[in-house]
């Protein structure tokens, strides 16, 4: 199985100030069609997970712009420009790419 | 709008069996591929299962291959999750969702609890 790593598992942040989540895959997550199938959720305090990103670098419609997915291969990384306090929650990654799909273990996101 | 509802998720002894549904509606079942995710109480998203637009290509986690059944119904526009030989450790909110390259819509989720 693909194994998923994501760091750091815990992030606190200040608001207004940039916060970096560091996603990587143990093979190359590039598909045989040459898409790269990696996501980025964002889930809140009891709620369902939301996409933020897809295809390594797409915003999900309604997602702010402060969001960004870079990355290729197997080291990718989501970015928040300016942390609102609403970010709070955890982000996962996840691959889409081989079977079984496999999450990161998630990182938690909180203010300092 | 898109809408993904679980239901059938209870309290079942280890051992025992459950079907969960997935009711969806607002966009065109029968186009997409579905994914069911489990959360355990406290812990991180695992991937479970997913099947095919026409059911014809179903996958599963190690963790359950061989236990559960992944399967729809495209004229009901429902996706299923058949549960046998169960655990303590299969205890989690279960989630469908939408897609299964890096799903984007996903339901509230259904609880089942594996205890005697």
């Known amino acids: 199985d693909v194994v998923v790593t994501q760091s750091p598992l815990s992030l606190p942040v200040t608001l207004g100030q940039p916060a970096s989540i560091s996603c990587r895959s143990s093979q190359s997550l590039v598909y045989s069609n040459g898409n790269t199938y990696l996501s980025w959720f964002q889930q809140r305090p009891g709620q369902s997970p939301r996409r933020l990103i897809y295809?390594?670098?797409n915003r999900d419609s309604g997602v702010p712009d402060r969001f960004s997915g870079s990355g290729s291969g197997t080291d990718f990384t989501l970015k928040i420009s300016r942390v609102e306090a609403e970010d709070v929650g955890v982000y996962y990654c996840?691959?889409?790419?081989?079977?079984?799909?496999?999450f990161g273990q998630g990182t938690k996101v909180d203010i300092k | 709008e898109v809408q993904l509802v679980e239901s059938g998720g209870e309290l079942v002894q280890p051992g025992g069996s459950l079907r969960l549904s997935c009711a969806t509606s607002g966009f065109s079942f029968s186009n997409y591929d579905m994914t069911w995710v489990r959360q355990a109480p406290g812990k991180g998203l695992e991937w479970v299962s997913a099947i095919s637009r026409d059911g014809g290509s179903t996958n599963y986690a190690d963790s359950v291959k061989g236990r559960f059944t992944i399967s729809r119904d495209n004229s009901k526009n429902t996706l299923y999750l058949q549960m046998n030989s169960l655990r303590a450790e299969d205890t989690a909110l279960y989630y469908c969702?939408?897609?299964?390259?890096?799903?984007?819509?996903w339901g509230q989720g259904t609880l089942v609890t594996v205890s005697s």
């Open positions: 996840m691959q889409g790419t081989h079977w079984p799909r496999t």
């Open positions: 295809k390594v670098s």
């Open positions: 969702a939408r897609d299964w390259t890096g799903p984007e819509y």
